[in-house]
């Protein structure tokens, strides 16, 4: 089974954001980059394909020469093969077509994206990656199981878990619960050396079109002043909620 893992190179939530050009663009200094988690959980349960069933898994990236380290982690995970799509990630359509066309041209049987990245927090390119290979989909898949060319997949829905029964090639957005938190793999020295060693392809853009443009970027209102209240004036407490909260 040839697996796809799609990887995006994200912000770590404990980084300071900022924006730069009159608030139209992403400042990148200062900030440290990461796997998506949500990727990070798929790349997870890849490598559990890998061990126990043979499974090849390749990782790809829709980006700069920046994103490098980010999929050399991934590598030093146990994934191996990279790709590198060269050209910086646009818009969700765009980034789907690319990865569609390395979907297409290596034949892939399953391909794991995360459910969505935690920076624009589309949602949307893993089911456009399935649109446009006339694959199998299944989000917000919390298990996933591979017997010859049927799987088995359980997703969260309103109110509850469903599970789907389907067949390769199939395209999933994975989230937490496709693995435990504690079966993500922190990679070791010899991961880390082997991954230098195993390949890392730069591949050109099929130059895409985008469908949509950042206009600003604006960050959430500061949170205003606090006011106390002693425990036992109630009467301050409902007057307050009322006519300076306007929540009651």
């Known amino acids: 089974m040839k697996i796809l893992v799609c990887i995006s190179h994200v912000p770590d939530t404990t980084s300071k954001i900022n924006f730069a050009d009159n608030d139209t663009k992403f ?26 069933q043979g499974a ?10 920046e994103t490098e380290p980010t999929l050399r982690k991934a590598l030093a995970i ?47 390119v893993p089911g456009m990656i399935a649109a446009l290979t ?16 049927n799987a088995t997949a359980m997703r969260e829905i309103d109110g509850g878990k469903e599970t789907v029964s389907t067949s390769l090639p199939l395209v999933i957005g994975g989230q937490k619960g496709l693995v435990e938190e504690s079966d993500l793999r922190i990679p070791n020295m010899r ?20 469908e949509t443009s950042t206009v600003k970027f604006e960050k959430p209102a500061p949170k205003g002043a606090v006011t106390l209240v002693d425990a036992d004036n109630v009467d301050e407490l409902i007057n307050l909620l009322h006519n300076e909260a306007k929540a009651i």
């Open 191 to 210: 991961g880390i050396m082997m991954a230098r060693q195993k390949p890392l392809s730069v591949v050109e853009p099929t130059n895409a079109s985008t």
């Open 27 to 52: 400042d990148t200094n200062g900030v440290q980059f990461v796997i998506n988690p949500n990727d990070e959980f798929g790349l997870t349960r890849a490598m559990w394909f890998k061990e126990k």
């Open 134 to 149: 006339n694959a199998n989909f299944v989000t917000n898949c919390i298990s996933l199981e591979v017997d010859g060319i």
């Open 56 to 65: 090849n898994v390749t990782v790809v990236n829709v980006g700069g020469p």
């Open 78 to 124: 146990g994934a191996d093969a990279a790709i590198r799509v060269n050209t910086d990630a646009k818009d969700g359509f765009q980034v789907a077509k690319e990865l569609a066309n390395i979907v297409n041209e290596g034949g892939y049987d399953l391909v794991i994206a995360g459910r969505e990245s935690i920076d624009y927090n589309g949602g949307m």
